[in-house]
Nanobody, 115 residues
Framework: QVQLVESGGGLVQPGGSLRLSCAAR????????MGWYRQAPGKQRELVATITSNGSTNYGDSVKGRFTISRDNAKTMVYMQMNSLKPEDTAVYYC?????????WGQGTQVTVSS
């Protein structure tokens, strides 16, 4: 059983920064990629960023140049540095882990960007 535990969400003013963390716990045979998705009220869940085991990254168009994803393979953790936050970044952010046979999801952490 794999569990993903997110932390680092909260309330921040426009233009501010937050850093999200996600720890993968449990028996993990192999990891193809880890990443983050988000879902705002009334909208579909969308890609924020992913990172593979060899460090290749992919970002959603709306966050390119502002967000940076990184990973600690030894600790099976993934991080996301979010800068220049905008009100439209407000959403629940979900950590994901792509294993050998399925994708796992965390419970989500709320990020609210508001003055």
């Amino acid at each position: 059983q794999v569990q993903l535990v997110e932390s680092g969400g909260g309330l921040v003013q426009p233009g501010g920064s937050l850093r999200l963390s996600c720890a993968a716990r449990g028996s993990i045979s192999s990891i193809r990629a880890m990443g983050w998705y988000r879902q705002a009220p009334g909208k579909q869940r969308e890609l924020v960023a992913t990172i593979t085991s060899n460090g290749s990254t992919n970002y959603g168009d709306s966050v390119k140049g502002r967000f940076t994803i990184s990973r600690d393979n030894a600790k099976t953790m993934v991080y996301m540095q979010m800068n220049s936050l905008k009100p439209e970044d407000t959403a629940v952010y979900y950590c994901t882990l792509g294993g050998s046979d399925r994708t796992y999801w965390g419970q989500g952490t709320q990020v609210t960007v508001s003055s």
